[in-house]
């Protein structure tokens, strides 16, 4: 942390205009994830009431499969219309996509309206990333990053209770209904306090589109999506296969062409390449959240509302990590980029052994679940503001946008594909046949003890990232 950014206070980025403008841009971020909980809370409701447990994991896919398009368009959508009609957009689409979601009647339509609000969504979280450099001067970054990162913590604690309190009731449509009057309400603060343009963003400059990046991005987390609803398990890794080898060729794409998706060094280890890579692999990690409430329904009989707030602890936990570790010293910060990824994976780990282990099913004995589902967000939030704000620094002049909305294609891919590996391996291992305890128990023990080497293999990949930090600070 550099002697600037720790002179900075949380007073000065929330009071006055400031204050206003951050709640405007974590709004834009808190509107994608109060979703995400609130889907994953009565998304077991959705299915006992439409059908679709084959599709369980295709509400997340899709979601996310969306945003990763959608985002990648923010800096040409920002550039084009202008800050506050580029958000305006996004909200206009997530709302259609909220409103059929809200009338679905069977899980074709709902997979439709996910997908809508995914558009929306992944255009608000490129928006409000993107943005921060723009509205806040350098020395504010990485707090308004922790702000605006923290807004997962608060749909943590929000979701899970509107989901949580609609599927008790047998009414989990008003869900959307609630989610659809925050979209309102954030246009109208978008309306007021976002400018309609900025002296940062060129407004004739060259933004063009790699589409054929971001198609075949979609394509691979699709290849595996499909892969997933085979019976046979070799379905589900050649899925898989398929996946990594399209990635590669996105990547030589990318490195090549005019249009590009991702900044020049985003493929170098020594540059971008480690810190894209760690955010990667610890997304794939956190992605099992949405697999949470539903386990526990099953396994420990939790009410839905329960299921969720536990499943949101991951979350919660990311917050608190990342508020905690912005204020340290440089070495202190180092110490838990390094450590962060490892407690995330132990944990993952931990949990996927407790989950199935029937003595955890005692009314008193299975809270024992929170500390991993804690620690698993923990491990994350202690080392994200460092790893995100090392991107402001390291990226090549000029491509400072592009480099930030990197973060958020990233994170969505990886998000994505974790949750489509996610609903493969829970299939494959008795989700849906033979189903039931046994199947569920089957499907989170394999699930949790895979998805844990994601988060193992970022604290290898971290080791370079210190490296980098430490090589600026001279």
Same mark, same amino acid.
């Given at each position: 942390?550099?002697?600037?950014?720790?002179?900075?206070?949380?007073?000065?980025?929330?009071?006055?205009?400031?204050?206003?403008?951050?709640?405007?841009?974590?709004?834009?971020?808190?509107?994608?994830?109060?979703?995400?909980?609130?889907?994953?809370?009565?998304?077991?409701?959705?299915?006992?009431?439409?059908?679709?447990?084959?599709?369980?994991?295709?509400?997340?896919?899709?979601?996310?499969?969306?945003?990763?398009?959608?985002?990648?368009?923010?800096?040409?959508?920002?550039?084009?219309?202008?800050?506050?009609?580029?958000?305006?957009?996004?909200?206009?689409?997530?709302?259609?996509?909220?409103?059929?979601?809200?009338?679905?009647?069977?899980?074709?339509?709902?997979?439709?309206?996910?997908?809508?609000?995914?558009?929306?969504?992944?255009?608000?979280?490129?928006?409000?990333?993107?943005?921060?450099?723009?509205?806040?001067?350098?020395?504010?970054?990485?707090?308004?990053?922790?702000?605006?990162?923290?807004?997962?913590?608060?749909?943590?604690?929000?979701?899970?209770?509107?989901?949580?309190?609609?599927?008790?009731?047998?009414?989990?449509?008003?869900?959307?209904?609630?989610?659809?009057?925050?979209?309102?309400?954030?246009?109208?603060?978008?309306?007021?306090?976002?400018?309609?343009?900025?002296?940062? !963003?060129? #407004?004739?400059?060259?933004?063009? =589109? /790699?589409?054929?990046?971001?198609? +075949?991005?979609?394509? %691979?987390? *699709? &290849?595996?999506?499909?892969?997933?609803?085979?019976?046979?398990?070799?379905?589900?890794?050649?899925?898989?296969?398929?996946?990594?080898?399209?990635?590669?060729?996105?990547?030589?794409?990318?490195?090549?062409?005019?249009?590009?998706?991702?900044?020049?060094?985003?493929?170098?280890?020594?540059?971008?390449?480690?810190?894209?890579?760690?955010?990667?692999?610890?997304? !794939?990690? #956190?992605?099992?959240?949405?697999? =949470? /409430?539903?386990?526990?329904?099953? +396994?420990?009989?939790? %009410?839905? *509302? &329960?299921?969720?707030?536990?499943?949101?602890?991951?979350?919660?936990?990311?917050?608190?990590?990342?508020?905690?570790?912005?204020?340290?010293?440089?070495?202190?910060?180092?110490?838990?980029?390094?450590?962060?990824?490892?407690?995330?994976?132990?944990?993952?780990?931990?949990?996927?052994?407790?989950?199935?282990?029937?003595?955890?099913?005692?009314?008193?004995?299975?809270?024992?679940?929170?500390?991993?589902?804690?620690?698993?967000?923990?491990?994350?939030?202690?080392?994200?503001?460092?790893? *995100?704000?090392?991107?402001?620094?390291?990226?090549?002049?000029?491509?400072?946008?592009?480099?930030?909305?990197?973060?958020?294609?990233?994170?969505?891919?990886?998000?994505?594909?974790?949750?489509?590996?996610?609903?493969?391996?829970?299939?494959?291992?008795?989700?849906?046949?033979?189903?039931?305890?046994?199947?569920?128990?089957?499907?989170?023990?394999?699930?949790?003890?895979?998805?844990?080497?994601?988060?193992?293999?970022?604290?290898?990949?971290?080791?370079?990232?210190?490296?980098?930090?430490?090589?600026?600070?001279?």
């Amino acid at each position: 942390m550099s002697r600037a950014e720790s002179s900075a206070s949380w007073s000065e980025l929330l009071s006055g205009r400031n204050a206003l403008r951050s709640i405007a841009l974590a709004g834009g971020v808190a509107l994608h994830a109060v979703n995400l909980y609130i889907v994953a809370t009565i998304l077991p409701s959705v299915v006992g009431d439409i059908g679709g447990l084959s599709y369980y994991a295709w509400n997340i896919t899709l979601f996310v499969a969306a945003s990763i398009f959608s985002s990648s368009l923010s800096p040409k959508a920002m550039q084009a219309l202008g800050p506050r009609r580029a958000f305006l957009t996004a909200i206009g689409f997530f709302a259609l996509g909220t409103t059929l979601c809200m009338l679905a009647l069977a899980m074709g339509w709902m997979l439709i309206g996910r997908t809508l609000q995914g558009i929306g969504g992944g255009l608000l979280l490129g928006l409000s990333y993107s943005s921060i450099r723009i509205v806040f001067a350098e020395r504010l970054w990485a707090k308004a990053m922790a702000l605006v990162s923290s807004m997962w913590g608060v749909a943590a604690l929000s979701g899970p209770a509107i989901g949580g309190v609609f599927a008790y009731a047998g009414h989990w449509r008003w869900a959307f209904g609630a989610v659809l009057t925050v979209a309102l309400l954030l246009a109208g603060l978008v309306q007021t306090q976002i400018a309609s343009r900025s002296e940062s !963003i060129p #407004i004739n400059g060259d933004a063009r =589109i /790699p589409l054929s990046q971001i198609s +075949l991005l979609v394509l %691979s987390v *699709l &290849a595996v999506a499909m892969a997933s609803l085979a019976a046979h398990l070799g379905w589900s890794v050649l899925g898989v296969v398929v996946a990594l080898a399209i990635g590669i060729v996105v990547a030589r794409l990318d490195a090549r062409g005019h249009a590009r998706l991702m900044p020049h060094g985003a493929y170098e280890l020594k540059r971008l390449g480690s810190i894209y890579l760690c955010v990667a692999f610890l997304n !794939i990690g #956190i992605t099992v959240e949405v697999f =949470i /409430p539903y386990f526990l329904q099953v +396994l420990h009989g939790h %009410s839905p *509302l &329960a299921a969720g707030y536990l499943g949101a602890l991951m979350s919660a936990g990311w917050t608190i990590g990342a508020i905690t570790s912005t204020s340290r010293t440089s070495r202190t910060a180092d110490v838990y980029v390094r450590i962060g990824p490892i407690i995330s994976a132990l944990s993952l780990a931990s949990l996927g052994l407790m989950l199935p282990w029937e003595p955890l099913q005692d009314a008193l004995l299975r809270w024992v679940v929170v500390v991993p589902l804690v620690g698993v967000g923990l491990g994350i939030g202690m080392c994200w503001p460092h790893l *995100l704000t090392h991107v402001f620094k390291v990226a090549p002049a000029g491509q400072e946008n592009m480099a930030s909305s990197a973060i958020i294609t990233i994170q969505l891919y990886a998000m994505a594909l974790g949750a489509a590996v996610g609903g493969a391996i829970i299939n494959a291992a008795g989700f849906t046949d033979p189903g039931g305890v046994q199947g569920t128990a089957q499907a989170a023990l394999a699930l949790l003890l895979i998805v844990a080497l994601a988060p193992g293999l970022a604290a290898y990949f971290v080791i370079q990232v210190v490296r980098g930090r430490r090589s600026l600070r001279g």
